[in-house]
C-alpha cells in the first residue's frame, strides 16, 4: 500500500537520527521527517532522539537546566503534616526537608554538568538515600547554600544579585520537574 507517513521531530532535539531498512530517506521538514512510498511487510523506521542538557537564561536573572523536553528541578524533600482539626483526608503543610537555597558555581555549561541516569527508581518518582535523591534521570551539578535568598509568602524569594557564599562546595542533584511538589528551577550563578 502507498501513503504519506509524517514523523514529528520535537523541537528540543538538534540532531535527530532516522534510519531505515529500506533505501529511500526521510525528506526532513518543518519538524518533520516525511516519507512516502509503496509500504513493504516488514518496513522498519527508527528514530534517535539524543537528549542534550541546556542552559537557559532566566529573566529573573538565574538560570534553569532543559533536558530535552523536561524542565529540570533541585527537589529539597518534603514534610507532610497533617494540619491539626482537619477533617475527611485531611488538610496538610508540606514544607522543605532540607536546605533549598543554593547558589551554582560559576562553570561551562558544556563541561559542569553531569547526566545521571538510573534504573532504581520508578518513573517519574524519587527515592530518597540520606540527603540524595535518586530519580530515573537527574542532573548533576555543583553549588553552595546561600545565607541571602529569603523565603517571601511562603515561597522562595527574588533571585539575588551577585550572590557571593563561603558554604562548603556540594553536589545538587537536578530532577524532571513533575516529579516533586517542592522544587527550584532557576538559580542565581555566584559571583566568585
Not at 533505501?23 to 526532513?28: D, L, Y
Not at 522543605?96 to 561551562?108: M, N, V
Not at 548533576?140 to 511562603?154: C, K, M, S, T, Y
Request: proline letters at 10%.
Amino acid at each position: 500500500m502507498r501513503f504519506e507517513l509524517w514523523l514529528r521531530i520535537p523541537s528540543w532535539c538538534a540532531q535527530a537520527k532516522v534510519d531505515t531498512n529500506f533505501a529511500e530517506m526521510a525528506t526532513m521538514m518543518d519538524g518533520f521527517a516525511r516519507f512516502e512510498r509503496l509500504w513493504n511487510s516488514g518496513d522498519q523506521i527508527t528514530m534517535e532522539l539524543p537528549q542534550r542538557v541546556k542552559l537557559v537564561n532566566r529573566p529573573s536573572g538565574g538560570v534553569g537546566f532543559e533536558l530535552g523536553p523536561w524542565i529540570m528541578a533541585y527537589s529539597p524533600g518534603e514534610i507532610w503534616e497533617r494540619i491539626p482539626g482537619s477533617t475527611g483526608f485531611g488538610d496538610y503543610e508540606v514544607r522543605a526537608r532540607y536546605s533549598w537555597s543554593y547558589g551554582l558555581l560559576p562553570f561551562d555549561p558544556e563541561k559542569s554538568q553531569r547526566l545521571v541516569r538510573s534504573r532504581s527508581s520508578p518513573p517519574f518518582q524519587i527515592k530518597w538515600i540520606s540527603r540524595t535523591p535518586i530519580a530515573p534521570v537527574m542532573i548533576e551539578v555543583r553549588g553552595r547554600l546561600l545565607n541571602d535568598w529569603p523565603i517571601l509568602a511562603a515561597s522562595a524569594g527574588p533571585i539575588p544579585v551577585a550572590p557571593h557564599s563561603y558554604a562548603p562546595e556540594e553536589k545538587i542533584f537536578l530532577v524532571p520537574y513533575g516529579c516533586t511538589r517542592i522544587r527550584i528551577a532557576e538559580f542565581p550563578v555566584l559571583s566568585g
